[in-house]
Antibody
Framework: EVQLVESGGGLVQPGGSLRLSCAVSGFTVSSNYMSWVRQAPGKGLDWVSVIYSGGGTLHADSVKGRFTISRDNSKNTLYLQMNSLRPEDTAVYYC?????????????WGKGTTVTVSS | QSALTQPASVSGSPGQSITISCTGTSSDIGDNNYVSWYQQHPGKVPKLMIYDVSNRPSGVSNRFSGSKSGNTASLTISGLQAEDEADYYCSSYSSSRGVLFGGGTKLTVL
């Protein structure tokens, strides 16, 4: 069964750091595009980052230079390193797997992990 | 402000059809055929309903259909049912900006 399980969320002060993890089962993380998508309380979906099967990455302008997506193939796990956190980064963070060969379609999502940035 | 523009809300009666629009630019929706639509019920994870403008993943009802004209994509739901009441999000690929989402549309089934 294909499954994604996020962890690592929590309460952090502005300017702080967190590392989110997404444990993957049922497929190989390195063989697929993997994304992080966030959703602020009561708001819409907001794409954060993608890592391609070849290892290349792309980040949204709002997090560029602060967040880094990566993966550990040996652990079959996706990560999101978040530095210089701001209150507007408060959200539920989902990891998601690409569907088929479509670059923007995500068919499997984790349940999310909550990040709260507040003093 | 979201990169793609959707109406905040739409409504329809059971059995009717509704259409949700998603407007982008020539650099995203108008530049490729990578438009997706997601359904999200309150407290739930998003579900992929349409990919690559008009394709349905297996298991998605054929009451859901997608199309595109120029810089605007559309999701049509026919034969509205109570369980269709949810938030709907469009997304598009931009070669320079990655994945873009619309602000979401709340569908109310009257």
């Amino acid at each position: 069964e294909v499954q994604l399980v996020e962890s690592g969320g929590g309460l952090v002060q502005p300017g702080g750091s967190l590392r989110l993890s997404c444990a993957v089962s049922g497929f190989t993380v390195s063989s697929n595009y993997m994304s992080w998508v966030r959703q602020a309380p009561g708001k819409g979906l907001d794409w954060v980052s993608v890592i391609y099967s070849g290892g290349g990455t792309l980040h949204a302008d709002s997090v560029k230079g602060r967040f880094t997506i990566s993966r550990d193939n040996s652990k079959n796990t996706l990560y999101l390193q978040m530095n210089s956190l701001r209150p507007e980064d408060t959200a539920v963070y989902y990891c998601a797997k690409r569907y088929s060969n479509s670059p923007v379609s995500m068919d499997v999502w984790g349940k999310g992990t909550t990040v709260t940035v507040s003093s | 402000q979201s990169a793609l523009t959707q109406p905040a809300s739409v409504s329809g009666s059971p059995g009717q059809s509704i259409t949700i629009s998603c407007t982008g630019t020539s650099s995203d929706i108008g530049d490729n055929n990578y438009v997706s639509w997601y359904q999200q019920h309150p407290g739930k994870v998003p579900k992929l309903m349409i990919y690559d403008v008009s394709n349905r993943p297996s298991g998605v009802s054929n009451r859901f259909s997608g199309s595109k004209s120029g810089n605007t994509a559309s999701l049509t739901i026919s034969g509205l049912q109570a369980e269709d009441e949810a938030d709907y999000y469009c997304s598009s690929y931009s070669s320079s900006r990655g994945v873009l989402f619309g602000g979401g549309t709340k569908l109310t089934v009257l």
